[in-house]
């Protein structure tokens, strides 16, 4: 399946290639200072949650962090995590193997969609 027909079926598009855009376009000389480009990154990012990829943002991008911004979402991404490993315990004590599968794959999606590339 094309990834184009994703968001038709209903499943998210993940790595959302618009923030890869905006990352970019922000590293150029000629963009740097662009609050309209930053303001729809940083949209993205605190929409999502994405504490590890706003880290490697301010990092790469050299950005002040905004710590209480940051200890915002990376306690939003401890519960959905915990969330997440909770169902796959409970799938595997309980369910089937396509319901580990299933549990497995929504933690998957969910590291990508915050850019943890740890796991």
């Known amino acids: 399946m094309p990834l184009e027909n994703l968001e ?16 970019f376009l922000l590293s150029i000389r000629e963009h740097r200072e662009d609050v309209g480009l930053r303001g729809e990154l940083m949209e993205s990012v605190t929409g999502n949650n994405m504490a590890p990829y706003y880290e490697s943002l301010c990092k ?10 940051l200890n915002k979402m990376k306690k ?23 319901e580990i599968r299933d ?5 998957a999606e969910y590291l990508c969609r915050i850019g943890d590339k740890e796991g």
């Open 8 to 23: 038709e079926e209903g499943l998210p598009k993940n790595p959302d290639l618009r923030i890869a855009q905006l990352k």
């Open 60 to 69: 790469q991008l050299d950005w002040q962090v905004d710590t209480d911004l």
């Open 76 to 98: 939003a991404n401890e519960e959905e995590l915990k969330r997440l490993d909770d169902e796959l315990e409970d799938a595997e004590k309980n369910l089937g193997e396509s």
């Open 103 to 107: 549990s497995m794959m929504a933690k």
